[in-house]
């Protein structure tokens, strides 16, 4: 093979240009720079790999091997040691980073673009950044990072980082490329894996030849569903996810696995599980949830009608209620599937250990990862260790298993470490989706604009599996009349099994699609009563005892009237303009316990190691932890580490539902006041060994729809309003986005959360679309999502409104979600403001705000 030299970061080196190999190949697997990412490869969508290359900025992903023959490269290793220390700084500085995973790449670019222009304005630094993708920030403040880096870019000294017990937890690693995630991490004797993924959403198998794959060099072991030792289905609520589709059985969309094969190197497992031979007997797809519905529709599952559960809440008589009404209004709104595009492809590495393994995972939840991968193994608990390692973003779409239980399977069938990561294409058919909704609303108030009823029906397909499909429903449910005061209340959803691309958990979980629903009619009823948006909302927002959709009776923790009066300025105050509310639960809730735990444990005299079982994804999590067990003990925050694993009695369940905040931050406070207590007695050096516990567990709530006269549904609410204001020319300009977060823990971080919250917002409003036909997906190209670039996002204003929950001493809220409820219908009274159309389908691609922000190949007519 041919073999080629350049300089790398100012050596000479030399390597192997195999045929096919990409210089992103080269770079990490030969030459070991995991600093440029593999975020799509080959895509050349995310810019996470974006190296130097004889002075220009290249997405090394599309860029071939050979090409580097006599190259000079540069990565953030071969920066000058005063632009990495200026760089890492910015970032964490103001918060331009959140999980970390896209940030080299983008700090990469920034270096580029300084040593041209330091002075560089905000619009060339947007401009810069065009094919880069970030789904945390909002971009907004990677701007200002870059912004602030240039100022300092040529100063000879540079002063240390501010507070570290308000810094985000490790960003200069994170920003550097120095802190590994998955697909980083290596083992001595690493073996790694693929997976082989259906070709038809609905399909028998009828045989299963694994010769030719177990012909190709290097393959090790190839597993179907004949191998599996133990169950053959797993699943967070219901145990309906295959494992492997065996023989005999059908497919149930095309994110089902029918086999994996373990090899000595990546390339040598992809290529053998292409040579894996399926013989399918093809099967027409069910994918319209309608007629999934009707009698004698074909069943997804042989074992579960397709009608999972109906979520029904009933209160007070709707049908007098909206007879006696002054206005009545009957609409249908539809939303769309829309794809998490976390910018980590999923991955995991799983090593022997005595008689069981070690996991590292990325995943959202490690408890639940381990009870899964044990089930799969036949296996008791102890036995299956899992480490979670920095998550490259979530949203949600990382709370199902996606490759772990494979990924171990692997390494207990080779009794040698494997790794096993997806390319974006197999990540994109076989995560959960967030869920497209029809919504059927008949809404009736006074004459005067008062709420009197709301009759809903909601239909939410969740595609193959499960997932968390039905509680996605529950939410949307129980959630239908947004913050507002609505006296009879009838409403039902439907969760329904089709072939189509699975759907599950996705910030919001439910909520803002039912809030594009409910808030729109708000708008239409307001102008029958002759009302602005803020009028018609001031007069029906909750307050404290009254009664929420699902019954429960608001507490002191109401904070939605000082959001609304705090956006009442900017809406009245501008030509074209939408409002809209929201308010998004903190905790599951509904009948389930939300528990946080925390362990403080002294590892040494300089060393405090913090431990939870909830994920830190980009949300701050960590940040905000070290910063109250600081505060709390007095121990130097540089002496503490904050780290997620089963290894200790940390069980909190999934890290979802914007309660990790609320749950880790009571529970570290309580494990602070027996560690205070030992340091009033020994110093931190005597204490080497001694751990001290903390615990916070709400177990008082009950599912919506019961018996209960004022039922406690859920622990605490978000509360939101924002406001869109449009040029004149139709397009978004800035979004005021006022939140009320009980206390701001981290300000930068809590900032950050609603400004990419908002941007995803917008995204899922006018340009983000995952289209199936047939039951498969039309593009896995991340480009063809209609993701928002940096230099159309419009300026966020973020006012944070305190009004503590009474639940904790902190009175924190959860502000993961929330950021993305209101703004859809924020986006569409905005349109409506300008051009008189109301819209009652997701995305408005055809509108003038869309339309400047998407290709013209994903442009549709306007939707009224």
Avoid at 272 to 280: K, N, P, Q, R, T
Avoid at 736 to 763: K, P, S, W
Wanted: proline share 5%.
């Amino acid at each position: 093979m041919p073999s080629i030299r350049f300089t790398l970061d100012g050596e000479s080196v030399e390597a192997v240009a195999e045929p096919g190999l990409t210089a992103l190949d080269l770079l990490r697997d030969q030459l070991g720079i995991t600093s440029v990412k593999d975020g799509c490869s080959p895509q050349a969508a995310c810019g996470c790999c974006t190296a130097i290359v004889n002075g220009k900025a290249v997405m090394t992903c599309v860029k071939k091997s050979e090409l580097l023959d006599g190259a000079e490269v540069v990565t953030l290793a071969g920066l000058e040691e005063q632009k990495r220390k200026t760089l890492a700084r910015a970032f964490t500085e103001v918060g331009g980073l959140q999980c970390g995973f896209c940030t080299p790449g983008i700090a990469m670019r920034a270096s580029h673009l300084l040593d041209k222009e330091p002075a560089a304005s905000r619009s060339a630094i947007r401009g810069a950044l065009g094919s880069h993708l970030c789904r945390c920030t909002g971009y907004q403040r990677i701007v200002d990072a870059i912004e602030i880096a240039g100022k300092r870019w040529a100063e000879p000294e540079e002063p240390a980082l501010f507070d570290l017990a308000i810094q985000r937890y490790a960003g200069p690693e994170l920003t550097l490329g120095e802190r590994d995630f998955v697909n980083d991490m290596d083992a001595e004797g690493l073996l790694h894996g693929a997976l082989r993924l259906t070709d038809h959403p609905r399909a028998r198998i009828l045989s299963i030849d694994d010769s030719a794959a177990l012909a190709v060099p290097g393959v090790v072991a190839v597993l179907t569903a004949k191998d599996l030792p133990a169950v053959t289905r797993i699943g967070h609520i219901r145990a309906d996810w295959n494992i492997y589709v065996g023989i005999g059985e059908v497919t149930q969309c095309i994110g089902s696995a029918l086999g994996s094969v373990v090899a000595e190197t990546r390339a040598a497992a992809r290529a053998g599980a292409a040579a894996l031979v399926f013989e399918y007997e093809v099967l027409e797809p069910v994918t319209d949830p309608e007629e999934a519905l009707r009698p004698g529709a074909a069943q997804v599952h042989p074992d579960f009608p397709n009608l999972v559960e109906v979520c029904r809440m009933d209160r007070a008589d709707v049908d007098a209620a909206l007879a006696s009404s002054a206005h009545v209004l009957t609409e249908e709104f539809r939303s769309q599937r829309v794809e998490h595009a976390f910018v980590e492809p999923e991955a995991c590495l799983v090593l022997p250990k005595g008689d069981g393994i070690q996991v590292f995972t990325q995943g959202q939840g490690v408890h639940e990862d381990q009870r899964q991968i044990a089930e799969a193994l036949g296996w008791g608990r102890e036995r299956v260790e899992v480490t979670l390692v920095p998550s490259g973003g979530g949203f949600g779409g990382k709370e199902d298993l996606s490759v772990q239980h494979h990924a171990s399977l692997m390494a207990v069938r080779t009794g040698r470490p494997v790794k096993l990561a997806l390319s974006r294409d197999e990540s994109m058919r076989l995560h959960p989706k967030r869920h497209p909704l029809v919504m059927n609303y008949t809404v009736g108030c006074d004459a005067e604009g008062r709420l009197t009823a709301v009759r809903a029906r909601i239909v939410g397909d969740t595609g193959g599996y499960l997932s968390v499909g039905t509680k996605v429903l529950e939410r949307a449910a129980g959630h239908s009349c947004g913050p507002y005061r609505v006296p009879a209340v009838q409403v039902e959803a439907l969760t329904v099994y089709t072939n189509n691309p699975t759907c599950g958990a996705f910030r919001g979980f439910g909520v803002n699609q039912t809030a594009f629903a409910m808030e729109g009619m708000l708008d239409r009823l307001a102008e029958l009563v002759g009302l602005d948006g803020y009028a018609i909302r001031e007069r029906n927002i909750l307050e404290e005892g009254e009664a929420f959709a699902t019954g429960q009776l608001m507490d002191s923790g109401i904070g939605i009237r000082p959001c609304l009066e705090a956006v009442k300025d900017a809406y009245r105050g501008a030509k074209h303009a939408g409002i809209a509310c929201g308010i998004k639960n903190t905790g599951i809730g509904n009948g389930m316990a939300d528990t946080g735990r925390v362990l403080l444990r002294v590892e040494g005299p300089e060393r405090l190691g913090v431990y939870t079982g909830f994920t830190e994804m980009g949300q701050g999590l960590f940040t905000v932890l070290r910063g109250v067990v600081a505060e709390k003990t007095g121990v130097p925050a540089e002496f503490i580490t904050v780290e997620t694993s089963t290894q200790f009695a940390v069980v909190c369940g999934m890290t979802t539902a914007s309660r990790a905040t609320m749950l880790t931050v009571e529970a570290a406070r309580r494990a602070c006041l027996g560690m205070s207590s030992a340091l009033e007695e020994a110093e931190l050096s005597e204490l080497v060994g001694q751990e001290f516990p903390g615990e916070f567990i709400c177990d008082f709530t009950v599912a919506p729809g019961g018996d209960e006269p004022n039922p406690v549904t859920h622990v605490a609410f978000g509360y939101a309003a924002q406001v869109v204001i449009l040029d004149d020319e139709g397009i978004v300009r800035k979004v005021v986005a006022a939140h009320d977060v009980g206390r701001v823990m981290n300000r930068v971080a809590c900032e950050g959360q609603i400004e990419g919250g908002v941007h995803m917002g917008l995204g899922f409003a006018l340009t983000e679309d995952l289209p199936s036909e047939g039951g498969h997906l039309v593009s896995t190209r991340l480009a063809d999502l209609g993701i928002i670039k940096a230099r159309n996002t419009p300026d966020i204003e973020v006012i944070l409104v305190e009004v503590p929950d009474p639940h904790t001493e902190y009175g924190v809220k959860g502000v993961g979600e929330i950021g993305l409820v209101p703004t859809a219908p924020a986006v569409a009274a905005a349109l409506h403001s300008f051009d008189g159309i109301r819209r009652t389908k997701l995305p408005m691609r055809g509108s003038a705000a869309a339309r400047v922000m998407l290709p013209r190949r994903l442009r549709e007519p306007d939707h009224a």
